[in-house]
Each structure stands twice: as C-alpha cells, then as structure tokens.
Nanobody, 120 residues
Framework: QVQLVESGGGLVQAGGSLRLSCAASGRIFSINTMGWYRQAPGKQRELVAG???????NYADSVKGRFTISRDNAKNTVYLQMNSLKPEDTAVYYC??????????????WGQGTQVTVSS
C-alpha cells in the first residue's frame, strides 16, 4: 500500500503564507511525477503546481510568482510554499503522485486533502 499524507493547511489572512507538505509512504520503489492540485467549492479540481516526468516544474498561471513547489526525493516528500495568498486561493489542496510500487506497477495516488482558507 502507498499513502500520500498532506499537512500544513489552515486559516490565514490575505497576504499571508502557508507551507504544505506531502509525504509518500509505503511500498514505494520509485516516484515519477508529483504535484499539487486544488478544488474550490463548486469548481473542478485544477493543477496548482507539479513536477513533470522530466523533473521540470509547472505552475497554474494564477499562482506563478507566488507559489513555489519543491521536492525532497530522499524523503519522498513534496512541498508547496504559498506566499501572498488571496481569498481565491481558498480550496482543498490535494497531493498527487505517480508511484512505482513494490509490485513494479505504476499507479496514480491522491492524498486525502488539506483545507486552505484565506480570509479577506
């Protein structure tokens, strides 16, 4: 079994910062893509930031210059530093990863989500 566990969400005022963490654990042989998505009430889930298979980063236009994704491969952990937060960043943030498990099968996994609320 593979699990992605997020942490770091919470309530913050507009202009503030939060740092999200997502740690992958379990029967992991390798991790390829890893990133963050978010879903606001009544909206579709969208990519916020991620590492593609080449190790390059992608960001949603709405967060460029404010959010930074980083990764610690030794810890199977991905981070999302969120600065200059806006009320429209309010959403549940989900971690996502493509994992090669101990059965040598590539599967896509989601975390349980962490709530980020930005007050105006």
């Amino acid at each position: 079994q593979v699990q992605l566990v997020e942490s770091g969400g919470g309530l913050v005022q507009a202009g503030g910062s939060l740092r999200l963490s997502c740690a992958a654990s379990g029967r992991i042989f390798s991790i390829n893509t890893m990133g963050w998505y978010r879903q606001a009430p009544g909206k579709q889930r969208e990519l916020v930031a991620g590492f593609n298979s080449g190790g390059n980063t992608n960001y949603a236009d709405s967060v460029k210059g404010r959010f930074t994704i980083s990764r610690d491969n030794a810890k199977n952990t991905v981070y999302l530093q969120m600065n200059s937060l806006k009320p429209e960043d309010t959403a549940v943030y989900y971690c996502n990863a493509d994992v090669l498990n101990s059965d040598y099968v590539w599967l896509n996994y989601w975390g349980q989500g962490t709530q980020v609320t930005v007050s105006s």
